[in-house]
């Protein structure tokens, strides 16, 4: 009987001698500056009025206009704004021209307008996918040249230009 006592002990003085240890594991992260043009506009487009040769002489200023935003992350300010690849062109005296092309007609005939931006307004998004990012709102303008184009027959027209953003 006093072999079963000693065994008793030993059996439970194993179990009792477990220990643990820990470290810490250090997580680093790295943000990048990120700009993305608004979802819900995915496909902005200006529909000019009809355009008469014989008064477009007459025309002045803006025929339409589109509103383009874009949303930042914290921290990331737009550093230029282009149309057509310029960023002089924020006044219809500094358009770029953009030559539309009768549709249906691949090499056909075209007939040029022209297009500026001007910038909108600029806030931090309160709720939403983008809350917390900055928006950058541009407005895009296009007009009819001060030159009639005579040659331009009747039809529907579509060209189109880039803008972009840098950050």
């Not at 300010?77 to 960023?87: D, E, N, V």
């Amino acid at each position: 009987m006093k072999a079963f006592w000693l065994t008793l002990p030993l059996v439970c003085f194993s179990a009792a001698t477990a220990a643990t240890t820990s470290t810490t594991v250090t997580i680093n992260a790295a943000t990048q500056s990120a700009c993305q043009f608004d979802t819900a506009n995915s496909s902005p487009t200006i529909e000019l009025p009809d355009y008469e040769a014989a008064l477009a002489n007459t025309y002045s200023g803006e025929q339409a206009q589109v509103s383009i935003s874009v949303y930042c992350n914290s921290g990331t300010a737009l550093t230029a704004r282009k149309i057509g690849g310029s960023t002089a062109a924020t006044t219809k005296q500094n358009a770029v021209p953009v030559a539309l092309t009768r549709d249906g007609a691949a090499g056909g005939p075209t007939i040029n307008t022209l297009v500026w931006f001007s910038v909108g307004g600029t806030n931090t998004v309160a709720s939403g996918a983008f809350k917390g990012a900055t928006r950058y709102v541009s407005v895009i303008r296009s007009g009819w040249p001060q030159q009639a184009q005579f040659s331009a027959p009747t039809g529907f027209y579509t060209g189109t230009v880039d803008f972009t953003v840098e950050f």
